[in-house]
């Protein structure tokens, strides 16, 4: 007999957010860090029958919108809350030919461009960093946005009190609070790791700017809505395949104070569980994003150097929510069968469900080229699972 779900969505998530047992493993797809690809969306809207006007929500990773019909679908407990541009800013994607190619190009409030070839439209990459020769003088006159700005919000708020009181589901922000990435965006990330060893004052003072646009957004969005939230999506990936991308030395001296400082200006805002994505191998500075105050980490990159999610939940699954690491992506669910596919699956959530603090989803976006097969079998297995036997 197939086990009944006996809990709401948002009653689900929260007792898995507390370290809690709720009735199966919450499920997320629809997010910044955990979505999908606009190719791989459709191949599984054409593999489930589900006809949908696809609306492109992240440009740069070329993410869908998926539809209420596909979350329905794969059991997904989370919506998504996002704040959106200013009203002054203008920018758009503009098709320009260059090298007898058409690229579309994005500059983004912070001046970088990013770029992606029209025959290829898989995703964008920087094609210009406006801050690759500036000085640390240079930065004071440097048009910042400006993260308070109230016409970001427009709108924020009656869509979450329509979602907190029309729907049962979980509600969480898109992904801000990029700290660090958006530094290397600007300078580039050759110079900036140059900088971090011959001109590290440059570093701080540019990690200052984004410090304060992401303090003043913070604010100011926890203003509208942090009564109504449950979690709060920021990062910086610090991590690559086999550790740390940078000096741990570095993080500890310049980078965690700054993304410490902005957690405990989240919490203090808002009740709702700070979540953090860095990809990678970054066992070394799990207990530095503990103290920075995060509560949730996010992908679990489980096919990086040390991250064994048996180990992971045994060492940190008392402080620590997983989200994510329910397969092996770069092997596994792009290139395995839809019954191998299901075996990753129930290896993964049986080693990281136990107790609660698990939330599931793939390792970061699902790509284009990725079977819709093995989508639909990684969310039913998922869903088959992740219930918890009853006491």
């Known amino acids: 007999m197939a086990k009944q779900e006996t809990m709401t969505s948002r009653e689900r998530v929260l007792k898995a957010l507390n370290h809690e047992v709720p009735d199966r493993v919450p499920i997320d797809l629809g997010g910044f860090q955990t979505g999908i690809h606009q190719k791989a969306y459709r191949d599984v809207l054409d593999h489930l029958g589900i006809e949908d006007d696809i609306a492109i929500m992240d440009p740069v990773q070329q ?11 794969f059991g997904v407990d989370f919506r998504y809350v996002i704040a959106h541009g200013p009203d002054s800013f203008t920018g758009g994607i503009e098709k320009n030919e ?17 770029s992606m070839p029209d025959d290829q439209q898989l995703y964008m990459d920087i094609s210009h960093h406006p801050l690759a020769n500036a000085t640390t003088t240079d930065l004071a006159s440097y048009p910042f946005p400006k993260g308070d700005d109230p016409t970001r919000f427009t709108g924020l708020r009656d ?3 329509r979602l907190r009181e029309e729907t049962p589901f979980a509600l969480s922000t898109g992904i801000g609070g990029v700290v660090y990435e958006i530094c290397w965006y600007m300078r580039g990330l050759e110079r900036w790791f140059v900088d971090m060893i011959k001109n590290p004052s440059f570093c701080e003072a540019l990690l200052d700017k984004t410090l304060a646009f992401w303090m003043g957004y913070y604010t100011e969005f926890m203003a509208q809505i942090g009564d109504l939230i ?11 395949q086999s ?25 203090s805002l808002t009740s709702a569980k700070i979540w953090y994505h860095t990809c990678g191998s970054v066992v070394p500075l799990i207990s530095d994003l503990i103290d920075n105050g995060i509560d949730i980490l996010n992908p679990v990159q489980i ?12 060492r940190y699954g008392d402080e620590l929510v997983f989200w994510g690491g329910g397969i092996d992506t770069q092997h596994v669910l792009s290139f395995a069968s839809p019954g191998e596919v299901r075996a990753d699956v129930r290896r993964n959530v049986e080693a990281l469900k136990p107790g609660g603090g698990y939330v599931f989803n793939s390792v970061h976006n699902i790509q284009a080229g990725v079977p819709a097969a093995n989508v639909v079998a990684m969310f039913d297995a998922a869903r088959d699972y992740g219930f918890y036997d009853s006491e």
């Not at 993410?63 to 679908?73: G, I, S, Y």
């Not at 096919?303 to 045994?314: G, I, R």
């Open 98 to 114: 260059r090298d007898g190619r058409l690229w579309h190009d994005l500059k983004d409030e912070f001046g970088v461009v990013w």
């Open 230 to 240: 449950d979690v709060v999506m920021i990062g910086d990936d610090i991590g690559g």
């Open 159 to 161: 869509e979450a009190l």
């Open 303 to 314: 096919s990086a150097t040390d991250m064994d999610p048996v180990m992971l939940k045994k």
């Open 63 to 73: 993410l869908a919108k998926p539809c209420e019909e596909v979350l329905q679908r």
């Open 243 to 267: 550790g740390p991308l940078f000096s741990p030395l570095f993080y500890r001296n310049v980078v965690k104070p700054r993304q410490k400082q902005l957690v405990q200006h989240i919490k």
